[in-house]
């Protein structure tokens, strides 16, 4: 049985390799495929790019050759390019200097060589190769499973190079590389490049795991490193994963172990999209179909499953230039785009999928990215989400319920007085410092409920400016403010001197008291400071006659 099921693997293995040897692929390398196989892989090969004229690629090549990351001029410049369109020689070497890949290398005590030759220690013990780690998941399963069963019993064999978290590391990364990508020729069946690639993904995926081990290694960052590499070297793409995975910038609040820092992010989408597009959103609940269901795989993936390559490259250096906010850019362009589409579907089954699989259409080069510069998200407005989220995670349904309770609270007037029905302590009990701040987060918390309503109800904003003018309005005709009365008293100063430089001048012009007369005279205007009702200044006209000799 063991000889027949060799002799079928090798046969299978055989026929990819003719297969892969015999197919044509694209200018990204993805293979060509027919158009009705073309839906089932979700890819587009009719790009639409466009292509830089010699003298601007002279220019970007002068650019990154002096490149200076700190430079204002530089990376303006820099963005200049990446909105014409980067060719794609050169998108190696922008993203190696937005991502300034060789300070931190240079900067860090971290050796990527030794890590390699550390790992390749347990994974031969393991008797697994790193250039035949797809046909290992089965033993890799099997010694994971007997793993722990030794746990269990006794045993005095010496213990192994290996523990039982590598095994799953090992194993986890090797199902993913087989869902990373099967189209591209760097890691399509078993040619020569296609298992060289896949052993770069794997040492590059198992080096950042061990360089940082408290983010490990989660689902999607198979796709970001296979992007990478596609576009750099090896040890390159190593420490440009390590940029975009530690940076605070990039995607440090993306990836951990837990995925809680991608679920929190979902959340803030999902509070921005009820700002931006509250119909749509609406619209989208009812329906079914919550954020968490497509923007999880957006983030996680950086885009990559969008159908046409050349619009993944271009929304790729704008994540690269500008960092987690191109993200939501990015989500919110897309949503914008397929809302017409979206609105007209009342069907989860149908809604779902057109989120999950971008039509080629709207992911297409020349309608995608125009649209994506076009749309701006400011800092402000994530910082907001963010706070709205954070808030709602900690005093959720608690803020609920204290907002009802005080919402019911009645009033009582009395003499023109308004006093408030409010439960205070018996005479027996002291506020402790513990209700104080219980106190004092119940009024952060409505604070922060008003803001929201604030920001996402249009009709709550104009009754609260409509109110605040109101109220304003009262206040001004009780008393004058401060600055009026310093602008009143001015004014009337103002006017004390006018009528002591006249009084000068008519006597030194030996000129009586003026004397109005209703006619025969000629009746000069002087202009007079003074005050309106509402306490501004105003320029009014006074009168003053002057006989004629």
């Known amino acids: 049985m063991r000889r027949r099921s060799g002799s079928n693997s090798s046969r299978r293995s055989s026929t990819l390799r ?112 790193e250039y035949g780690i797809l046909s290992a998941i089965a033993t890799l399963s099997d010694t994971q499973n007997d793993l722990g069963l030794n746990h269990q019993q006794p045993s005095s064999c010496p213990e192994p190079r290996y523990s039982e978290d590598d095994i799953t590391l090992f194993r986890q990364i090797a199902l993913d590389l087989q869902r990373s990508f099967p189209t591209h020729r760097s890691l399509m069946g078993e040619s020569p490049e296609a298992i060289e690639g896949q052993a770069k993904l794997f040492r590059v995926l198992i080096a950042y795991a061990k360089y940082s081990p408290q983010v490990g290694y989660s689902q999607g960052m198979s796709y970001i490193a296979a992007v990478l590499l596609m576009q750099l070297e090896e040890e390159e793409a190593f420490w440009a994963l390590t940029a975009l995975l530690d940076k605070p910038k990039y995607l440090a609040e993306l990836f951990d172990l837990s995925l809680s820092k991608v679920q929190h992010q979902v959340k803030v989408f999902n509070q921005f999209l009820k700002h931006r597009k509250p119909k749509l959103s609406q619209h989208m609940e009812s329906v079914g179909v919550l954020s968490v269901h497509f923007v999880m795989p957006w983030f996680l993936t950086l885009f990559s499953s969008l159908p046409c390559w050349d619009s993944v490259l271009a929304v790729w250096d704008l994540i690269i230039l500008h960092g987690l906010p191109a993200v939501f850019r990015t989500a919110l362009t897309i949503i914008e785009l397929l809302e017409p589409r979206l609105m007209d579907l009342n069907d989860e089954g149908a809604v779902l999928p057109l989120l999950l699989r971008v039509p080629a259409d709207v992911a297409r080069y020349t309608v995608l990215v125009p649209a994506l510069w076009n749309t701006e998200v400011q800092d402000w407005e994530l910082k907001c989400m963010n706070s709205l989220v954070l808030d709602e995670s900690h005093h959720g349904p608690k803020a609920d319920q204290c907002e009802k309770k005080e919402a019911t609270l009645p009033t009582q007037v009395s003499g023109g007085k308004e006093k408030e029905n409010v439960s205070t302590p018996s005479e027996g009990e002291k506020p402790t410092e513990k209700d104080s701040v219980t106190r004092a987060k119940g009024v952060l918390t409505r604070v922060m409920r008003l803001a929201q309503r604030y920001l996402l109800d249009p009709m709550g904003r104009q009754r609260a400016e409509e109110r605040g003018s109101q109220t304003q309005t009262k206040a001004r005709q009780r008393s004058p403010a401060h600055g009026r009365v310093f602008r009143s008293r001015t004014s009337a100063s103002l006017t004390q001197a006018q009528i002591r430089s006249r009084r000068s001048s008519q006597q030194r012009g030996g000129a009586q008291r003026p004397v109005v007369q209703g006619s025969g005279g000629d009746v000069s205007v002087a202009p007079v400071t003074v005050m309106d009702a ?16």
């Open 534 to 549: 509402a306490g501004y200044m105003k320029t009014d006209s006074v009168c003053a006659a002057k006989t004629r000799r």
């Open 18 to 129: 003719r297969r892969s040897e015999n197919q044509r692929f694209d200018e990204f390398g993805f293979a060509l495929t027919k158009r009705k196989d073309q839906k089932v892989h979700h890819r587009s090969h009719d790009y639409s790019y466009p292509q830089l004229s010699s003298v601007r690629v002279k220019e970007l090549c002068e650019l990154l050759s002096y490149w200076n990351g700190a430079s204002f001029i530089c990376r303006s410049q820099i963005e200049r390019f990446i909105r014409m369109g980067i060719p794609p020689s050169l998108r190696g070497r922008v993203w190696k200097c937005l991502l300034t890949i060789d300070s931190l290398r240079e900067t860090s005590d971290f050796n990527y060589q030794k890590c390699l030759s550390e790992v390749r220690g347990p994974l031969v013990d393991l008797g697994v190769s």
